[in-house]
């Protein structure tokens, strides 16, 4: 059940084509804490008075999903990694590895 | 005065902190679901590691955000932001903006369902109201 999301999340650089959006699983947590953890997340950051305000709901949204994707990606890869390293475990050596390459890709 | 700044920079020092820890035990969760369905277990570093990225990454993504709303001259960040930030890889951008119409399309049919039922809840009050005059009438 758990297969499709993390796989799909997990390729969506290496297929051109063929990246399907997973259905509604990986309903966890940025969902449950969801909008008002995104929500004051970006609001520590924000320099600008006058935006101070204002991020639309279905900005939100999308932010909590482009962050579940980012939290997803680096495990997906850092798993691909350790399996390439015949690895027990993902360690941040594995992590570091994968590091480069995901910063460039957000 | 010191103080008081000192005081301050505390008080946001601890809700950053907080936050932090919202961010970590969420990326918890996430990772354990892929470390289930990938059979491979992530070390305690590995998680805290990834939830540091996280919280830097958010960073760089509000001021991001916060730029292409001025650029755009709006006060309100939307999607359209969003989406500008997922620009860097192809698959990503298609994915981000697939979910964005996604949403909007919730949305809407969200309102929609809204809006019947309050106009529904109208009519009856209004029926009930007629059927009312009309007793009295009699």
């Known amino acids: 059940m758990l297969g499709p999301a993390t796989r799909c999340c997990g390729t969506f650089t290496s297929r051109a084509s063929g990246f399907h959006p997973p259905a509604a699983l990986l309903v966890t947590c940025w969902t449950a804490l969801g909008e008002e953890l995104v929500s004051r997340l970006l609001h520590v950051h924000f320099k600008d008075d006058k935006t101070k305000g204002a991020v639309s709901g279905d900005a939100l949204q999308l932010m909590a999903e482009l962050l579940k994707i980012f939290v997803v990606e680096a495990a997906v890869r850092g798993v691909r990694q350790a399996q390439a390293e015949d690895a027990i475990l993902v360690d941040v050596d594995q992590l570091e590895k994968v590091l480069p390459q995901l910063l460039l890709d957000f | 005065m010191e ?13 950053q902190q907080r936050l932090k820890a919202a961010v970590h035990y969420t990326v918890g969760c996430l990772c354990e679901e892929v470390a289930l369905d ?20 958010c960073e760089n993504f509000a001021k991001d955000l916060e730029m292409f ?29 697939d979910k964005s119409e996604e949403i909007a399309q919730t949305n809407l049919e969200r309102k929609a369902r809204k809006k019947k039922k309050s106009e529904n809840g109208n ?12 007793e009295s009438e009699k």
């Open chain 2, 3 to 15: 103080e008081e700044a000192e005081a301050e920079e505390q008080q946001r020092f601890s809700y």
């Open chain 2, 38 to 57: 990938k059979e491979m277990q992530f070390s305690k570093q590995t998680i805290a590691a990834i939830s540091e990225l996280t919280f830097r990454q």
């Open chain 2, 69 to 97: 709303a001025r650029h755009a001259r709006r006060t309100t960040i939307n999607t359209e932001d969003v989406k500008l930030l997922a620009r860097r890889s192809n698959s990503l951008l298609k994915y981000i903006t």
């Open chain 2, 123 to 134: 009519h009856n009050s209004r029926e009930l109201a007629e059927a009312g005059v009309v």
